[in-house]
């Protein structure tokens, strides 16, 4: 037997599906997570069930791919039912769904979702007065907290076993138009307003949506989540890296330090750690704390907040979230591209996003700049960075020149996470890289370690010399640079080896530290974020991008260059 | 009261108005009408964002962001001033 979910977008659907699936769907409160539906197999008194969760539509005209996907699906699989997930808070919209489904004939049942927010909200819903207009059984839900859910399959199988009763053709045949003003009709005369309880929502949105006190905010509370999710990283990734350091010699050991067996399973072990180090001290954290902003509901209030700025760099307010998750790791920042509905807007945000210095650059910029030159240096380097994002932002939107429809964005409620939605959805993503990513790391990592043991060295130092030279950098920066697209913190590690010394001052100037650090912030993103570029916007962009983001740095070092030796540095 | 037809950027925050019509190829209004928005509906300008950003627009109990290139051609009646 085989049930299909389907209501709009941000209605609760895919919690209702977490529920009783588990880890399969990404659930958010941002319009259109779900692009591509899933399936899983539910157990219901002794049967087994295969649920499927569709994508959020609003209507099934087809307009675009979630409905064409939509409608092709319930016309043309075996469908026994399908349950109507709808929004008690916004039943006019909702209904419009419903009553075009009705044409459907096939056995419907309506979840009336979000009744726990409608009494909130002081409104009355007559779900009795519904389902005797609309001929099938209405049943009330709270999805995020799992009231109703048995309910509600119980019914549908009920439902799915006996024959689908005549529609009341009134309901059936309407135009766009007209079923709009029928859904308002049928949602005023169920619905009944009571005393709205004085909303707490609106209080809140006068301060985090307010000009000057929204900002304020805005940097608070991302001051506290960066401090949340670095403080949490650093304090993995220390012992983390002793274990591998460990390992890793270990390894080295066991085959003879200088044998190409043990350069090569260091070499894996290192992109096996790589990819640990990556996602467990940054990935982790960093997406759960994304999942719960965005549950609660806060990224629609940055997104409303951030558009005017926004578009000064050709993209819209609900471009931010790529450029927040950046200064974490760029991989989920890439992959939060997926929100913009425009190819355009994605490949301007994926483009900047990966020219946001992630925690491993910062590795670079605190370990060679702010610890040789001074903080304020490093502070440079970061608002230099900021100009040159906004510059790219500015010479893309010119080049791509592209009607965007601009901003149009549901302001969801606030709602408490809950933790088994906002685990669900870290562990969907995080497991995208480790899928994608991971091996791509370990690959690298072991044909690096081959080339260093057949003395590619100086080969790689020679073929990169042509960068090196015209930044005015010691040959043998070119190593560390190649590595460092592995991961942009060997760029660092890898350079003590390669200079051969302890302290970098005895071998670089300090207009060759800027000059380095300024291109290891701009160029190629790591292999990890090359791969989540991949799989957002496919090869050829990615090469594109990369081959961008290698003029970018070139551009930048070389104004560093020159403007050190206009200084005197 | 009616002050004619105004285009939504230009409405001050807590007014309710009257849509009249959307300026624009059908695809844009299609995008419209899958928000819920329909020539005639009644809605309240929420709040308008800080540079130049979005009209925070509330029809029926629920909140739309529309992007300043969108409210600009989104026409309105005012009916009213009232601050709910």
């Known amino acids: 037997m085989r049930f299909a979910l389907i209501g709009q977008p941000n209605c609760g659907k895919s919690t209702l599906f977490n529920q009783v699936a588990g880890y399969k769907a990404e659930t958010g409160n941002f319009s259109g997570t779900t692009v591509t539906f899933t399936e899983s197999k539910v157990r219901l008194n002794g049967k087994v069930i295969q649920l499927v969760d569709l994508p959020g539509t609003f209507t099934l005209r087809g307009t675009n791919k979630a409905e064409t996907e939509v409608m092709r699906f319930i ?69 995020s907290r799992g009231h109703g859910v048995k309910a509600l399959f119980l019914k549908t199988m009920e439902s799915a076993q006996s024959a689908v009763s005549g529609r009341d053709p009134s309901l059936v045949n309407q135009d766009a138009l007209q079923r709009h003003m029928l859904a308002g009709e049928l949602a005023e005369t169920i619905v009944s307003q009571g005393v709205r309880r004085v909303s707490w929502r609106d209080q809140l949105d006068n301060i985090l949506l307010h000009p000057v006190l929204g900002f304020l905010s805005l940097v608070v509370i991302l001051f506290i989540f960066f401090q949340i999710v670095y403080g949490l990283g650093k304090l993995i990734e220390a012992p983390l890296l002793a274990v591998f350091n460990a390992l890793s010699r270990q390894t080295a050991n066991l085959f003879g ?10 070499g894996i072990v290192q ?115 900021m100009f040159v994002i906004a510059l790219t932002g500015r010479v893309l939107t010119r080049l791509l020149p592209e009607d965007t429809p601009g901003l149009i964005l549901e302001m969801p409620t606030y ?65 560390p640079l190649i590595f460092g697209v592995l991961r942009k913190e060997l760029s660092l590690l890898m350079l003590r080896q390669a200079l051969g010394v302890n302290d970098f001052s005895s071998a670089l100037a300090p207009s060759q530290m800027l000059t380095f650090t300024v291109f290891v912030v701009f160029y190629i993103p790591c292999l990890a974020t090359l791969s989540a570029l991949r799989r957002e916007l496919g090869w050829r962009s990615m090469l594109a991008v990369s081959a961008l983001t290698v003029v970018i740095a070139m551009a930048a070092g070389l104004f560093v260059r020159g403007l050190g030796y206009i200084v005197g540095l | 009261m009616n002050k004619g037809i105004v285009r939504l950027i230009d409405i001050d925050k807590g007014t309710l108005v009257k849509i009249s019509s959307f300026e624009g190829g059908p695809r844009y209004v299609t995008r419209l009408n899958q928000f819920g928005l329909y020539p005639g509906d009644l809605a309240r300008v929420v709040r308008h964002a800080p540079f130049g950003g979005p009209v925070l627009l509330e029809v029926r109990g629920m909140e739309i962001a529309l992007g300043k290139s969108i409210a600009a051609r989104i026409l309105v009646e005012v009916t009213a001033c009232a601050s709910r």
């Open chain 1, 257 to 266: 330090a200088s044998s190409f067996w043990g350069e090569l399973t260091v």
């Open chain 1, 271 to 385: 992109g096996v750690s790589g990819g640990i180090a990556i996602v467990l001290p940054y990935l982790i954290p960093f997406l759960f704390g994304l999942g719960v902003l965005e549950d609660i509901g806060y990224l629609p209030r940055i997104a409303f907040l951030m558009d005017g700025l926004m578009h000064r760099i050709g993209l819209h307010g609900k471009a931010i979230v790529p450029f927040i998750l950046g200064y974490g790791c760029n991989v989920p920042a890439v992959m939060s591209t997926r929100i913009l509905e425009e190819r355009k807007d994605r490949i301007i945000a994926s483009t900047l996003a990966v020219l946001v210095p992630c925690a491993a650059r910062l590795s670079v910029v605190f370990g060679l700049v702010a610890f040789y030159l001074g903080p304020l240096w490093a502070l440079g380097i970061y608002l230099f960075n």
């Open chain 1, 75 to 143: 016309n043309s699989h075996e469908v026994d039912a399908i349950i109507n997930v709808v929004d008690a808070t916004h039943l006019t919209q909702s209904l419009e769904l419903t009553l075009e489904l009705l044409v459907v004939k096939r056995p419907l049942v309506i979840a009336m979702n979000m009744m726990d927010e409608a009494s909130r909200l002081g409104l009355n819903i007559d779900g009795q007065a519904l389902m005797s207009k609309l001929g099938v059984p209405v049943l009330p839900l709270v999805a």
């Open chain 1, 415 to 479: 709602r408490i996470p809950t933790l088994k939605n906002v685990v669900n959805k870290t562990w969907f993503r995080v497991r995208e890289f480790i899928v994608e990513a991971w091996p791509l790391l370990i690959i690298g990592s072991a044909v690096l370690a081959g080339l260093t043991y057949f003395k590619f060295s100086p080969a790689i130092d020679w073929m990169v010399r042509p960068v090196t030279w015209s930044l005015g950098l010691p040959t043998e920066t070119g190593v």
